[in-house]
């Protein structure tokens, strides 16, 4: 029998139309003949719908409206379900497994994955624990460096009014810098500060997106990143590279690579490669991941590999890094989505 496939998207974040893409994406790839998909749309304002509409219409975000119906998880541990509210009836649907499609804080961020792991629910990817850690930039970069992975130098700010205190260590980290969320997605938020007057603007940009900042060295050398799926015993794909013409890949760059080019596979040695995809496993297991993640790292000059961020929940549309280093493999995206529900059965 088909294993029924809830899929969360949307959500309650400033990546909400990115998850709609992504969502989109694996529904169009996803085998029919192994999985039934079930749709449960999170609104921008956290609203959640049990939606039984067309599917194309997710993509064009007008996906809300007449075939949506209040839902909830339950959090049972007996039984795996939605309850649907069709008028004044309550509706059980059942279902075997979560995938959420959710970027950003409000489901990549192990909130949702802690509701489904404390109802019993299998959920696809990451959970609870390391997803949280993925989303915490700090804490990421703490548990990595203590399994021997270089990271960027950085100080850690807890209101714009602190920077004055620690203007002498953030100095020291000599110029640019990044000036980041802890606690941010798709570059959201991300400054690239080349001169001091701009700290004060860029310092604000990103507390607008978390309540605490972290400002960080910029680490001479490229970007490179490399897709990771499995359990106990991870299977790596390509590694890639983000060649950048200006600035850094920021949100507009990531989905519309307008002045910037990813290269799949990177343009490293087969040695450096190797060395880069050994790094990620290093990096996966560190991090407690599971099912599936990206590992982004920079290649330095010196052929130096430091630790820039973990995606737990990757993106999965049409410039999406994560399928394409799957395909340098073998594994087309069907192939990709199979597996990774599998995986979530196996867990």
Known sequence: MKKRILIVFGGC???????????????????????????????EKGQAFYYTGKEERIKENSWQGEDCFPAVISMSRDRHCLWVE?????????????????????????????????AGIPVAGCGMESSVIGMDKVLAHTLVSLAGIRVPKSVVLESAGEYEREKDRIEALGLPVFVKPVRAGSSFGISR???????????????????????EEAVDGFEVGCAVMG?????????????????????????????????????????????????????????????????????????????????????????????????????????????????????
């Open 13 to 43: 974040s400033t990546e909400y139309k990115v998850s709609l893409t992504s969502a989109s994406a694996v529904l169009a790839a996803l085998d029919r003949g192994r999985w039934e998909a079930l749709l449960l749309g999170i609104t």
């Open 86 to 118: 069709r008028g004044e009836k309550l509706e059980k649907i059942s279902f075997d497994i979560v995938f959420p499609i959710l970027h950003g804080k409000n489901g990549e961020d192990g909130t949702l994955q802690g509701l489904c792991e404390m």
């Open 193 to 215: 500060v080349t001169n001091r007057e701009d700290m004060k603007k860029a310092l604000e940009e990103a507390f607008a997106h978390d309540t605490q900042v972290v400002v």
């Open 231 to 347: 359990n106990r015993e991870p299977f790596v794909g390509r590694a890639d590279e983000i060649e950048l013409s200006q600035g850094f890949f920021d949100y507009e760059e990531k989905y519309t690579l307008k002045t910037s080019a990813i290269h799949m596979p990177a343009r490293v040695s087969p040695e450096d490669e190797e060395r880069i995809r050994k790094a990620a496993v290093t990096i996966y297991r560190a991090l407690g991941c599971r099912g599936f993640a990206r590992v982004d790292m920079f290649f330095t000059g010196e052929k130096e590999i430091v630790f820039n961020e973990v995606n737990t929940i990757p993106g999965f549309t049409a410039h999406s890094r994560f399928p394409s280093m799957m395909r340098g493999v073998g594994m087309e995206f069907p192939e990709v989505l199979d597996r990774i529900l599998e995986l979530a059965q196996e867990e």
